[in-house]
């Protein structure tokens, strides 16, 4: 399949097939109001445990705010216990949301320590019970987000497709690294191509190295995946669903210039301010300025000045002053 404008996951309608990935200390308020912007199909608020969530922890709560201009809304959990994974389900169905996904490839080992995320990839019965739980649970979507297998030598991901497909889930998102390999090296297309030809009734969407339309074009192309779910591609670059379905619509190819970026920038930071105190916003734009600035010269050494900025007026003036030249060299986001 190639760019869809309209997507249906079971009855729920979607502008595209084009989503932005849930991101662990990324994805919160600000970072979704800035995506919203540019209407990708589905957006995730950041990944939130099943254990903390049927404990009623008001900080996980807190991470799956959203506003009601951000349906359709999707919110992933992360667990390994079949036994909660029901409650954990239904918690997140009546607090609004359209899709429900599981976490299967978080490599992070305090949350690998009590078998989540993916240390799942190694009992894949184990995804298969808590899926049937959740899609027991809730009328809305159940989705899953997996990684190509544990290792080199466990290379499952085909066989996580049929387990999903028959507990019930409508769409597994492959990110084609294994768990093992953690960001590095590139995503191997090959084993997503591979899970969408075993895959029946289930979607099968591509993740993994998508930070522009070439690359997005391409993971359509070489895998013929459903859809794809874009993850570091989205950070300071909230416009890239925009540019690839303007690519697939009208053949547009989107230049943003500096002065594009740093008016994004500037938003973010409101949107940031709007959400947080002062001083956690100073310390959340040490990250989120890096993802604007990457492509621009001198970025080292404004990255440092981040890190110094004491006052709102402080960080207006850093991006302000800065003099926004592009770099012919082209950076990915630092993880
Ligand atoms: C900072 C960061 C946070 C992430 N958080 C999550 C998460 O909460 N849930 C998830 O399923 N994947 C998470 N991922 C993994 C990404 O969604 C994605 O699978 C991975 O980065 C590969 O895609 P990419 O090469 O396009 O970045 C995270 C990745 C990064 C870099």
Redesign the pocket.
């Known amino acids: 399949m190639s760019f869809k404008k309209k997507f249906y996951l079971g009855s729920l309608e979607l502008s595209n097939n084009i989503f932005y990935?849930?991101?662990?200390?990324?994805s919160d308020l600000a970072f979704r109001k800035m995506s919203k912007i540019y209407d990708p199909g589905l957006f995730f608020c950041?990944?939130v445990k099943m254990d903390a969530l049927i404990r009623y922890d008001p900080n996980t709560f807190r991470l799956l705010d959203y506003t009601k201009d951000m349906h359709p809304i999707g919110a992933?959990i992360c667990g390994s216990k079949p036994e909660i994974a029901y409650h954990s389900a239904k918690i997140i169905e009546d607090l609004g949301f359209d899709v429900i996904?599981l976490?299967c490839?978080?490599p992070v080992d305090k949350v690998t320590k009590d078998g989540s995320g993916s240390a799942l990839l190694s009992h894949p019965e184990r995804i298969g019970e808590i899926l049937h739980e959740m899609v027991a649970a809730v009328k809305i979507p159940v989705t899953v987000?997996i990684r190509a297998g544990y290792d080199d030598q466990s290379v499952n991901a085909p066989e996580i497709v049929t387990i999903a497909e028959k507990a019930g889930a409508k769409c597994i998102t492959v990110?084609g690294?294994t768990r093992k390999q953690a960001?590095k090296g590139l995503?191997d297309r090959d084993v997503i191509k591979e899970c969408k030809a075993r895959a029946n009734t289930i979607y099968v969407f591509g993740?993994?190295?998508?930070?522009d339309v070439p690359s997005a074009h391409h993971m359509f192309e070489h895998t013929e995946c459903d859809g794809i779910?874009?993850?570091?591609?989205s950070m300071g670059q909230p416009w890239i669903a925009d540019d690839i379905r303007r690519y697939y619509e009208s053949g547009e190819v989107v230049e943003r210039d500096t002065n594009a970026i740093k008016e994004h920038l500037l938003k973010h930071f409101q949107y940031i301010l709007e959400y947080k105190s002062e001083r956690k916003a100073l310390l959340e734009m040490r990250k989120v300025g890096c993802w604007y600035l990457k492509n621009c010269v001198g970025v080292k050494q404004i990255r440092q000045e981040l890190n110094k900025a004491s006052s709102t007026q402080d960080m207006l003036d850093l991006i302000h002053n800065f003099s926004w030249e592009e770099s012919n060299e082209r950076t990915t986001c630092a993880?």
């Open positions: 990935a849930p991101l662990a200390g990324c950041e990944m992933q996904d976490n490839g978080c987000k990110h690294r960001y995503a993740n993994g190295d998508i930070f779910v874009i993850s570091r591609g993880v």
